[in-house]
């Protein structure tokens, strides 16, 4: 009895499994000629790459047609960058591309790949080691070819931003053999004018003729380079090393110098309405505290020790006159009272009785004498009458039948 019986599909699972697993097949660049090629409705493409030893099929889906930067033709010979796996309906295997060059620039296209990853393994293209570009500066290098939209264009945007600003062109040669070496000797040349940026740039074009922005020496130079760099190579889409280490990318040669050079004018008028702005302040600051330097006087002038004695000067005078006016008061009514008491007095007095014609009589004991059980014939008797003293001798003592 057969042992181990699989199906199609688990065979075709198998298989796409090990192409899956193996680390190279996931991420392969494969050189051919182009063969079979069909642009579906979909916008899949369907080819086949071929050369003298045989064929193999390749697809690019419609959501990897921004790696075809032109359009494919029979005979065209090229570098495909994609993968391989299976495709499980049909039991065959397929290249799954994601990015085609034509052979030439995809030779160049391999070796910017290698690079930059060998110097993004260095550290080179780390936010760690980009400098700041100055905000104001007042001299700008420049390295790019002194003839062309590129140089033409910066010197138009530069001195349009800031006509002030000095502008040292070192005239690069940017294409073809000795470039990388001329736009390096322009770098250090414009380190040694300690300028404040150095701009490194040039207009558009293929792969091929912006090279020499591709090359190592030109991108250890810009990372060595003291000043720093703005890189401006090519078009918006373009991208080279250069761009990756330098201290910032713009997209066009015109954008590096807006990033470059400030706008004067708008400075200019940031800065009088700053002078204006300061100028109020200033009087503001000025009117608040002259306010405050006068209440302050005022607070000193109301606690100068003179003020105080003349305050307490005052008060005692205040409390002098109502000393002096509870003093009044108090005497006006102890005379009123003395004089209620005087006239009491002068009612109860023996001497006010004696002048409304009466006498006080006393013996000679000093007793006053109201009744006659109190005396005897012979005896002396005092009367007092107002004018003075009586002595009588008491002869008889007759008593009042009506009492």
Same mark, same amino acid.
């Given at each position: 009895m057969i042992k181990n019986v699989y199906t199609v599909k688990?065979?075709?699972?198998?298989?796409?499994?090990?192409?899956?697993?193996?680390?190279?097949?996931?991420?392969?660049?494969?050189?051919?000629?182009?063969?079979?090629?069909?642009?579906?409705?979909?916008?899949?493409?369907?080819?086949?790459?071929?050369?003298?030893?045989?064929?193999?099929?390749?697809?690019?889906?419609?959501?990897?047609?921004?790696?075809?930067?032109?359009?494919m033709q029979e005979g065209q010979q090229v570098v495909v960058l994609g993968s391989i796996s299976v495709y499980e309906r049909d039991g065959k295997y397929q290249v799954y591309a994601k990015e085609i060059l034509l052979d030439g620039a995809g030779q160049l296209h391999l070796k910017f790949e290698a690079l930059k990853k060998e110097l993004e393994e260095m550290g080179m293209f780390d936010l760690a080691y980009k400098q700041p570009i100055p905000k104001f500066v007042k001299t700008v290098g420049i390295v790019t070819a002194p003839t062309g939209a590129a140089v033409r264009d910066i010197i138009q945007v530069a001195t349009r931003r800031n006509p002030y600003v000095q502008l040292l062109l070192y005239p690069a040669q940017v294409q073809g053999d000795g470039a990388a070496e001329s736009i390096v000797s322009g770098i250090r040349m414009l380190e040694e004018q300690k300028v404040d940026v150095i701009i490194v740039g040039r207009g558009g074009g293929s792969i091929e003729d912006l090279w020499a922005f591709n090359e190592e020496i030109v991108a250890r130079a810009i990372f060595d380079c003291s000043v720093p760099i703005i890189s401006a190579v090519g078009h918006e889409t373009d991208v080279t090393i250069s761009d990756?280490?330098?201290?910032?990318?713009?997209?066009?040669?015109?954008?590096?110098?807006?990033?470059?050079?400030?706008?004067?004018? $708008?400075? +200019?008028?940031?800065?009088?309405?700053?002078?204006? =702005?300061? !100028?109020?302040?200033? #009087?503001?600051?000025?009117?608040?505290?002259?306010?405050?330097?006068?209440?302050?006087?005022?607070?000193?002038?109301?606690?100068?020790?003179?003020?105080?004695?003349?305050?307490?000067?005052?008060?005692?005078?205040?409390?002098?006159s109502k000393l002096q006016s509870c003093m009044q008061s108090i005497l006006s009514k102890k005379k009123y009272q003395y004089n209620l008491?005087?006239?009491?007095?002068?009612?109860?007095?023996?001497?006010?009785?004696?002048?409304?014609?009466?006498?006080?009589?006393? $013996?000679? +004991?000093?007793?006053?004498?109201?009744?006659?059980? =109190?005396? !005897?014939?012979?005896? #002396?008797?005092?009367?007092?009458?107002?004018?003075g003293v009586i002595e009588a001798k008491v002869t008889k003592v007759q008593e009042e039948k009506n009492v």
């Open positions: 688990q065979v075709n699972t198998y298989i796409k499994n090990m192409f899956a697993q193996d680390f190279m097949l996931n991420r392969i660049y494969i050189k051919g000629e182009v063969s079979n090629c069909k642009y579906h409705t979909s916008g899949h493409i369907y080819f086949s790459l071929k050369d003298e030893s045989g064929t193999i099929a390749c697809v690019m889906f419609a959501g990897s047609r921004s790696g075809l930067s032109f359009r990756y280490v330098a201290d910032l990318r713009a997209p066009t040669p015109s954008a590096a110098a807006e990033l470059a050079v400030y706008e004067y004018w $708008n400075v +200019d008028a940031w800065l009088k309405e700053t002078q204006l =702005r300061l !100028q109020r302040n200033i #009087m503001q600051c000025t009117r608040k505290n002259r306010q405050m330097l006068e209440h302050m006087a005022m607070q000193l002038q109301l606690r100068h020790p003179r003020h105080k004695v003349n305050e307490h000067r005052q008060y005692s005078n205040e409390l002098e008491y005087l006239e009491k007095m002068k009612g109860l007095s023996p001497l006010e009785k004696l002048s409304q014609g009466y006498s006080y009589v006393e $013996n000679k +004991d000093k007793e006053n004498i109201r009744e006659i059980s =109190r005396v !005897q014939p012979g005896e #002396m008797l005092y009367i007092y009458v107002t004018d």
